[in-house]
């Protein structure tokens, strides 16, 4: 089976308390009476399709559409509420600023930090700095703390730690949208570079051209629900329903 992730009927469901409570008394009241209401909303829906080996997968829809919780479940962070993934390899997943990273640390800090959540050792991380570093950026800036730092030097960071080794599938959930033009386009040719040698890349941006011009596979997820998979030919169909659930 040449699967890089299979993903099996996967649901997601969040509880949300429906009536704000104000207070203890309240609260023991409506406990008493039963009138506890939770309301069960359901950010992904019976989801299931695979990605091959070697795919530049990418995955569109409207904020809210349940994009990051996919790549989630997929990072294996959340667990589904419904369903199973399977997962064949290292996944290293850049989903959220602020996953490995502690603000009040230095860049260099964070580098080790960012290295120790991904699985590698200090030794190795010792190793790689130079090379980590040289590809951020960020010399000028390494031991200030990143409570100072833009959100796309943040991300220059965790890009250049996660992909210092090659991993078997790279997630990148809206990583490559923030910072300069200059440094995306050095993402992007490392991602290339990756692909070239069989890494499995899954992609969220919100750069349509982005994901025209990098993904041979794409997934338009509506309201938590599958709207079309396929090649680059779903791309020109990609008219969003903006009565939907945007935020
Ligand atoms: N931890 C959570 N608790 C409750 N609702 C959540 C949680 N995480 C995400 N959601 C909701 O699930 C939906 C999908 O969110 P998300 O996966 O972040 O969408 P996208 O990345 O496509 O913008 C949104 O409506 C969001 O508010
Ligand atoms: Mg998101």
Request: with cysteine; glycine share 8%; net charge negative.
């Amino acid at each position: 089976m040449t699967y890089a992730v299979e993903v099996n009927n996967v649901s997601m469901h969040f509880n949300m308390n429906k009536d704000k409570i104000d207070n203890l008394k309240e609260y023991c009241i409506k406990l008493l009476k039963r009138q506890l209401f939770f309301e069960d909303f359901t950010a992904l829906q019976n989801i299931s399709f695979t990605i091959n080996r070697g795919d530049v997968f990418g995955i569109i829809g409207l904020n809210g559409s349940g994009k990051s919780t996919l790549l989630k479940i997929i990072s294996g962070i959340l667990k589904p509420s419904a369903g199973s993934v399977t997962v064949a390899g290292t996944v290293a997943p850049l989903i959220e600023l602020g996953a490995g990273f502690d603000a009040d640390l230095t860049a260099r800090e964070n580098i080790f930090l960012n290295g120790s959540v991904l699985g590698f050792s200090r030794d190795f991380m010792r190793q790689k700095f130079e090379e980590i570093v040289e590809f951020s950026e960020l010399e000028e800036f390494i031991d200030v703390p990143i409570k100072n730092f833009s959100s796309g030097m943040v991300a220059r960071i965790g890009f250049s730690v996660a992909t210092i080794v090659k991993p078997d599938i790279l997630i990148c959930d809206e990583i490559l949208s923030v910072g300069d033009y200059k440094f995306q386009e050095k993402c992007e040719k490392r991602i290339q570079e990756l692909m070239s040698d069989q890494t499995t890349v899954i992609l969220v941006s919100h750069s349509i051209e982005q994901i025209e011009r990098m993904c041979n596979r794409i997934l338009w997820l509506e309201r938590g629900c599958i709207k079309a998979i396929g090649g680059r030919e779903i791309i020109p169909l990609y008219q969003p329903d903006f009565e939907g659930r945007d935020s």
